[in-house]
């Protein structure tokens, strides 16, 4: 018997309406490996994932555990047999307990068969403790941050003592520090001999953590390769099936007159944002660099008027808009993709072309106020096209997309408002490398039409390679602005961490 491998998928093939996402894939982990699966948005690593996890039944192919062939009939038979998962979107109940959403459907028992509450906040307290996670077993678990929900992810797909733990982009709503955490917890679980599965699309994350990595494109399994033997170009290429391109597009914009002023703006919240001052000209981007928690996303929110402020002024274009609403927002020509976007963005149950075209509708009115369904339809798939949204049509539901190709379709539909001033909160989390190139092209087209962007950005060399300046944020207050000459990776962190 061959028990060298921990996990042996072999030839699997899953098709959906009118795509082929998995198409004779095969994959073998070692067990004490860290295994990447790597490709990119729509290339099949969840639905790999998923079928294994019995939440798909894959059409062909067979899947062998520690040599012996197996299929889960669903998540609960997989758990069982000692495969984990941490799913790409939260999957937690928000009105229940961390306590209660760690042990769901597998609560202990008292004697008269109720749940042993007491025993459960202990065991979770103790698990919490040994992961080194200060989160209390009492807690709503949505009451707490997305950073903290990922963690309470984190801790129960542990908490399985599994010999098989999938990890499917969790480091997305991680501060750094909390991703050397996960990193250690990685390491601890490889040398107890468990294969971690883990999806990333973070280079850096993946020449950290991985042993070896596999890729896939288009349904394929392209390879798998020791992670000594290959370097960031090549993986790229291996994914991207052409020669890696150069990181950043050449743009040339004239910098023109300011098209937005911030003055003195504070916060509602005390703990937030203090008297921030900026100014955005046209044909600029600006970057706003920081670390999570110095509260960029915030002042996003104030300027689009999601969230109120207790003092200071925003003006567009010399004029003063009191009491901002993203209503007046839009109207003034300002746009803004939200970090959060599969969390706020999306409506599920529509397709792409509705998904996109929602926040234009105004703009394709006829003279008879109808609506011009045939325009609307063709710039959504013009945008959704530049993006490369991978879809078989159209018309196809949104929630069907894999979790890259639904964020180019919420960042297709601000583009297509055609705003003057875009804001873009973390604009390439969760996208992977191919499409980054296309949103930076589009990103320097606005700006050559003397548009204006502000890109706020946890990626340093996305802040530097496309920024003409960077503002930095630390602790809510505006610690220094740079220029494009000076802004290097230890400039912008010297001042994210000045107040530390
Ligand atoms: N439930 C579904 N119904 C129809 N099509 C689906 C479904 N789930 C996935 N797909 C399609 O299968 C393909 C692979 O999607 P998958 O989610 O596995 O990609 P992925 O590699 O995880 O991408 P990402 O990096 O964006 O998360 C995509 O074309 C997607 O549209
Ligand atoms: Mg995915």
């Given at each position: 018997?061959?028990?060298?491998?921990?996990?042996?998928?072999?030839?699997?093939?899953?098709?959906?309406?009118?795509?082929?996402?998995?198409?004779?894939?095969?994959?073998?982990?070692?067990?004490?490996?860290?295994?990447?699966?790597?490709?990119?948005?729509?290339?099949?690593?969840?639905?790999?994932?998923?079928?294994?996890?019995g939440i798909y039944k894959e059409d062909g192919?067979?899947?062998?555990?520690?040599?012996?062939?197996?299929?889960?009939?669903?998540?609960?038979?997989?758990?069982?047999?000692?495969?984990?998962?941490?799913?790409?979107?939260?999957?937690?109940?928000?009105?229940?307990?961390?306590?209660?959403?760690?042990?769901?459907?597998?609560?202990?028992?008292?004697?008269?068969?109720?749940?042993?509450?007491?025993?459960?906040?202990?065991?979770?307290?103790?698990?919490?403790?040994?992961?080194?996670?200060?989160?209390?077993?009492?807690?709503?678990?949505?009451?707490?941050?997305?950073?903290?929900?990922?963690?309470?992810?984190?801790?129960?797909?542990?908490?399985?003592?599994?010999?098989?733990?999938?990890?499917?982009?969790?480091?997305?709503?991680?501060?750094?520090?909390?991703?050397?955490?996960?990193?250690?917890?990685?390491?601890?679980?490889?040398?107890?001999?468990?294969?971690?599965?883990?999806?990333?699309?973070?280079?850096?994350?993946?020449?950290?953590?991985?042993?070896?990595?596999?890729?896939?494109?288009?349904?394929?399994?392209?390879?798998?390769?020791?992670?000594?033997?290959?370097?960031?170009?090549?993986?790229?290429?291996?994914?991207?099936?052409?020669?890696?391109?150069?990181?950043?597009?050449?743009?040339?914009?004239?910098?023109?007159?300011?098209?937005?002023?911030?003055?003195?703006?504070?916060?509602?919240?005390?703990?937030?944002?203090?008297?921030?001052?900026?100014?955005?000209?046209?044909?600029?981007?600006?970057?706003?660099?920081?670390?999570?928690?110095?509260?960029?996303?915030?002042?996003?929110?104030?300027?689009?008027?999601?969230?109120?402020?207790?003092?200071?002024?925003?003006?567009?274009?010399?004029?003063?808009?009191?009491?901002?609403?993203?209503?007046?927002?839009?109207?003034?020509?300002?746009?803004?993709?939200?970090?959060?976007?599969?969390?706020?963005?999306?409506?599920?149950?529509?397709?792409?072309?509705?998904?996109?075209?929602?926040?234009?509708?105004?703009?394709?009115?006829?003279?008879?106020h109808l609506l011009n369904h045939n325009r609307?339809?063709?710039?959504?798939?013009?945008?959704?096209?530049?993006?490369?949204?991978?879809?078989?049509?159209?018309?196809?539901?949104?929630?069907?997309?894999?979790?890259?190709?639904?964020?180019?379709?919420?960042?297709?539909?601000?583009?297509?408002?055609?705003?003057?001033?875009?804001?873009?909160?973390?604009?390439?989390?969760?996208?992977?490398?191919?499409?980054?190139?296309?949103?930076?092209?589009?990103?320097?087209?606005?700006?050559?039409?003397g548009k204006a962007i502000i890109m706020v950005?946890?990626?340093?060399?996305?802040?530097?390679?496309?920024?003409?300046?960077?503002?930095?944020?630390?602790?809510?207050?505006?610690?220094?602005?740079?220029?494009?000459?000076?802004?290097?990776?230890?400039?912008?962190?010297?001042?994210?961490?000045?107040?530390?």
């Amino acid at each position: 018997m061959d028990n060298t491998y921990a996990l042996e998928m072999e030839e699997i093939t899953k098709v959906f309406p009118g795509v082929r996402a998995l198409d004779g894939v095969t994959l073998r982990v070692k067990p004490g490996t860290v295994h990447a699966l790597m490709g990119e948005n729509g290339a099949g690593k969840s639905t790999l994932m998923k079928c294994l996890f019995g939440i798909y039944k894959e059409d062909g192919g067979i899947i062998k555990l520690n040599g012996s062939q197996c299929r889960f009939k669903d998540s609960h038979d997989a758990l069982k047999s000692g495969v984990s998962m941490i799913h790409q979107e939260l999957s937690n109940v928000p009105e229940r307990s961390v306590a209660e959403n760690l042990w769901l459907g597998r609560e202990p028992l008292k004697k008269s068969l109720l749940i042993d509450h007491k025993k459960m906040n202990a065991d979770t307290k103790e698990l919490l403790a040994r992961l080194e996670m200060d989160i209390k077993p009492e807690k709503r678990i949505g009451a707490l941050s997305i950073s903290m929900q990922q963690n309470c992810e984190i801790a129960k797909a542990v908490s399985y003592n599994s010999s098989i733990v999938v990890m499917d982009e969790p480091t997305s709503s991680l501060t750094d520090n909390e991703v050397d955490h996960l990193f250690k917890i990685i390491r601890q679980l490889r040398s107890q001999n468990v294969a971690v599965i883990y999806i990333s699309h973070k280079m850096e994350e993946i020449f950290a953590i991985a042993d070896e990595v596999s890729v896939m494109r288009d349904g394929k399994m392209i390879g798998t390769y020791d992670i000594c033997d290959i370097d960031n170009n090549k993986l790229i290429s291996l994914m991207v099936g052409r020669d890696a391109t150069l990181r950043f597009p050449t743009f040339k914009s004239s910098i023109g007159d300011v098209c937005l002023k911030a003055e003195h703006l504070s916060a509602m919240n005390p703990r937030s944002f203090k008297d921030v001052s900026f100014e955005l000209h046209r044909g600029e981007i600006l970057g706003i660099g920081g670390l999570v928690g110095a509260q960029r996303t915030e002042l996003m929110e104030a300027i689009f008027g999601v969230r109120g402020v207790s003092a200071g002024k925003i003006s567009i274009s010399g004029k003063e808009i009191v009491n901002m609403t993203p209503k007046k927002a839009i109207q003034n020509g300002v746009g803004m993709i939200t970090e959060d976007r599969r969390g706020s963005g999306i409506f599920p149950l529509m397709n792409i072309s509705a998904n996109t075209s929602i926040a234009s509708l105004g703009e394709y009115l006829t003279k008879l106020h109808l609506l011009n369904h045939n325009r609307l339809n063709e710039e959504s798939r013009r945008y959704n096209e530049a993006l490369r949204t991978k879809t078989p049509t159209m018309e196809t539901l949104i929630q069907n997309l894999s979790g890259g190709n639904q964020q180019k379709v919420i960042i297709s539909r601000w583009l297509m408002t055609l705003p003057d001033i875009l804001i873009m909160d973390e604009p390439t989390r969760g996208i992977d490398v191919g499409a980054k190139y296309e949103i930076y092209q589009i990103m320097g087209q606005l700006v050559e039409q003397g548009k204006a962007i502000i890109m706020v950005s946890s990626e340093m060399p996305e802040l530097i390679g496309m920024s003409h300046r960077v503002m930095v944020l630390c602790a809510g207050r505006c610690t220094g602005t740079l220029d494009k000459s000076e802004c290097s990776q230890e400039n912008i962190m010297r001042l994210a961490t000045k107040f530390m």
